[in-house]
């Protein structure tokens, strides 16, 4: 492992080799660590300057570490994260003498000839920086620091020295530090060990829902107590089971093939349990294999199965008053199917059906105890319409209540929506 000193103790170990490597080759050169800056060239000392200019996520161990939490959120490894260190080496002397052609021989022949930071070197660095590096553990790290060189043409090294304002270029090289582990200092709590090794056969896929609609056609709305076509792929597998929401259906009261399952909406085929109306998400589900824990379960996909609310008018369910210049008043009293939930957003919308003027009217339930919930009929008073018929229709949590619609094709009103209609006098 390597701490948060492990990029500062890289640096320093590289400018102490290039440094002892110029005692040999160049006596008066020097290393600088730090950006570039046009000192160097005006005093015309021999410098070495070290940038570390950029930094990346080394890109075979970007992920090696995930994952660091197990379930409930306890840490079960160190985080940490692996980086390569992208450093510029820039030369700076007497041109006349040939000092940066010199201290550039002397440094590529030092990082070629021992091309990793070694333990022993780092530990020298780090005894050489007491106030600094004394708590760098990067002698420790599981992997030696790998240095090379970098490949730059002329257009990259001339956009990297555009980012040097008003410095002019110098004889430059580039160095890439592959790869440096920074890991969290936090304590990693080990998973428990495996009492029993057990092996068991996954097949690579598994079923997948393509397509839910009513079973008398995609035209027609999904109502409780009808039924669903479920179209997809890899249905007859064995042990198949469908989950809506989070209700198991009983397999056996629909009818199963290898694309197509044929479901009644019914509470025997959903276990006892009732849907309420809105989109629910259905998936199929494959049970571990045998004396596999139950988390190997595995489920596909889910697709949205929209239950509508199918409305009926009593016909007792109309109470109004004595007519009056702005309309009549009274209640009007709708049967849901399935029964609203507690918490259920309704609003029931009446559009005029005959009138050269057509009015529309938007109508909230009466307030209920939330212990008179699921309840099947709704009551919604009424002030002010005018005498008329009406299509009545509802939005339950936004979506729309199934329409009656007349499908002989022999009917003048093919195809068109015939109803609930409720009569207002």
């Not at 044929?262 to 589900?285: C, K, Q, Y």
């Not at 057509?358 to 002010?384: H, I, K, S």
Request: glycine content about 8%; overall charge negative.
């Amino acid at each position: 492992m390597s701490n948060h000193l492990a990029i500062a103790t890289v640096t320093a170990s590289l400018s102490a080799r290039i440094q002892e490597a110029l005692a040999q080759d160049v006596p008066d050169a020097s290393v600088r660590v730090g950006r570039p800056d046009d000192n160097g060239a005006q005093d015309n000392r021999a410098v070495v300057n070290l940038f570390l200019y950029h930094v990346t996520p080394n890109g075979a161990l970007r992920n090696a570490h995930l994952p660091v939490r197990g379930t409930g959120g306890r840490i079960v490894a160190r985080p940490r994260v692996a980086l390569d260190l992208h450093y510029l080496f820039s030369f700076y002397g007497d041109a006349a003498t040939y000092q940066p052609e010199r201290m550039l021989g002397s440094t590529v022949r030092a990082l070629e000839e021992f091309p990793l930071l070694t333990r022993s070197q780092i530990e020298k660095v780090i005894d050489d920086n007491p106030l600094t590096l004394s708590n760098s553990n990067l002698h420790r790290a599981e992997e030696l620091v790998r240095v090379q060189p970098s490949s730059l043409n002329l257009e990259d090294l001339s956009k990297l020295w555009s980012v040097f304002f008003q410095v002019p270029y110098a004889l430059s090289v580039a160095y890439q530090c592959t790869y440096v582990l920074v890991e969290a200092d936090v304590a990693a709590a080990p998973t428990l060990p495996a009492m029993l090794p057990a092996i068991g056969l996954i097949p690579i896929g598994g079923p997948r829902i393509e397509a839910i609609e009513a079973i008398d056609g995609a035209e027609f709305p999904i109502v409780w107590g009808g039924a669903v076509r479920i179209r997809g792929q890899g249905f007859g597998t064995f042990g198949l089971g469908l989950r809506v929401g989070t209700i198991d259906v009983v397999m056996s009261e629909g009818v199963v093939g290898t694309d197509v399952i044929e479901l009644p909406l019914t509470e025997e085929a959903l276990g006892g349990a009732d849907l309420s109306s809105g989109i629910h998400a259905v998936r199929t589900i494959l049970p571990p294999p045998e004396g596999a824990p139950s988390h190997l379960e595995r489920t596909s996909d889910s697709a949205p199965l929209v239950l509508r609310s199918k409305l009926t008018i009593p016909a007792d369910g109309i109470e109004v008053g004595e007519p009056a210049f702005e309309g009549v008043s009274g209640t009007l009293q709708v049967e849901f199917s399935p029964k609203i939930q507690a918490g259920q957003e309704v609003k029931l919308f009446l559009d005029e059906r005959v009138s050269n003027l057509p009015r529309n009217y938007v109508l909230a339930p009466e307030a209920m105890d939330e212990g008179e919930f699921p309840a099947g009929t709704l009551t919604f008073p009424f002030t002010g319409i005018r005498a008329s018929t009406y299509l009545v229709r509802a939005h339950v949590d936004g979506i729309e209540s199934a329409m009656e619609i007349e499908m002989d094709a022999d009917n003048p009103n093919y195809r068109q929506i015939t109803g609930p209609e409720v009569q207002i006098e």
